[in-house]
């Protein structure tokens, strides 16, 4: 069944923040977040959903944001293959010069992951969804999800450790 308005709003209040810090960080950009988010809401809204688990629901947003996301990506890739560039967007400024240093160098090592990767990681470790949750968003096996992960937080750590972001292995 659709969700009823007051349902809707519950969520909405719940999830808003961190739905929209997760498309921030797997995007890179703050208005394609904010279009995705919306798109999300949007889509949730049309959508027959179970809200007698709260968990699950909680899955089910992110799964569609994460969806939308990568087709998003898909098509900017195809953008650019075709030689239609994509509109460049304001950086958002950092409040002290050395955190936005470190801040652009850690978005910059994000977004030089693979989409699945960058989900993987997020979903994981910003979000605190756990391996069965994100096997279920991700359309993987729960094994697949472990070593996936494990492959893309390697990748990042080498990518950090390149710009004096992580700690040396051995250290």
Known sequence: MLLDEES????HARLARPLLGYLR???GRDSAAQDLAQETWIKL?????DASDPDRLRSFVFRVATNLARDRFRRRRRESLFGLRPHREAEIAEPS???????????RCLQALRPRERALVLLAHVEGF???EIAGMLGLRPASVRVLLFRARKRLARDLQRRGL?????S
């Open 25 to 27: 960080r797997f995007t």
């Open 8 to 11: 809707f709003h519950r969520l």
């Open 166 to 170: 992580a700690p040396r292995s051995g």
């Open 130 to 132: 756990d391996h069965r």
């Open 97 to 107: 010069q050395e955190r936005a240093v470190e801040a652009r160098d850690l978005e």
């Open 45 to 49: 809204l049309a959508t027959p959903v």
